[in-house]
């Protein structure tokens, strides 16, 4: 009886480990859920400019050309055909060529010269018909009004001003 016992007792001991081994499990630790906290980005303002663009009362309103002189020739001008230019205060400018009408942007620095205001004018955009009688004289005129660097003003009459020294003459008014 007692190999009886001592066996049950042994088997009731290897029993009861198995039985304890198998309802413990090893886990791993659960990590602690960690909290990032996003780096602070800083911000920049954006201002935009809603200035007007900077005018000259005397440029704008309307103006005929006169005469071209290009790199100091004086250039034919067509008499039956006049070519108009209107400056308008938003820093746009329009205008009649000869044969097409064209437009375009132009931006005073207010610096001043020895030969007038500074301006920039251009690109030129132009409808795009063909004129036989006046077409080379279209093409010179607007070349150097895209040139002009430079404008002066006395009493009626506007002289544009090319670094080439050309020279687009107007008098105030449509003529």
Do not use: H
Not at 63 to 89: A, D, H, Y
Not at 93 to 106: D, T
Not at 110 to 133: E, L, M, V, Y
Not at 153 to 167: D, F, V, Y
Request: some cysteine.
């Amino acid at each position: 009886m007692m190999k009886n016992t001592t066996l049950f007792l042994v088997l009731l001991v290897v029993f009861s480990t198995l039985l304890i081994a198998g309802c413990t499990t090893t886990t791993a630790p659960i990590p602690t859920p960690t909290t990032t906290v996003p780096t602070p980005v800083p911000t920049t303002v954006v201002t935009v400019a809603t200035t007007a663009p900077l005018t000259d009362p005397a440029l704008i309103g309307s103006w005929t050309l006169k005469g071209i002189m290009v790199g100091g020739g004086t250039s034919s001008s067509i008499p039956s055909t006049q070519i108009t230019l209107t400056f308008k205060n938003d820093g746009t400018l329009s205008g009649f060529g000869g044969c097409n009408n064209y437009n375009a942007n132009y931006v005073l620095t207010a610096r001043t010269t020895s030969f007038g205001k500074t301006i920039s004018i251009g690109p030129i955009i132009s409808t795009q018909k063909f004129c036989a009688d006046t077409s080379d004289q279209e093409s010179t005129y607007l070349a150097n009004l895209q040139k002009a660097e430079t404008y002066s003003i006395t009493t009626n009459n506007m002289m544009i001003r090319t670094s080439a020294l050309s020279q687009l003459s107007y008098v105030n008014g449509l003529g």
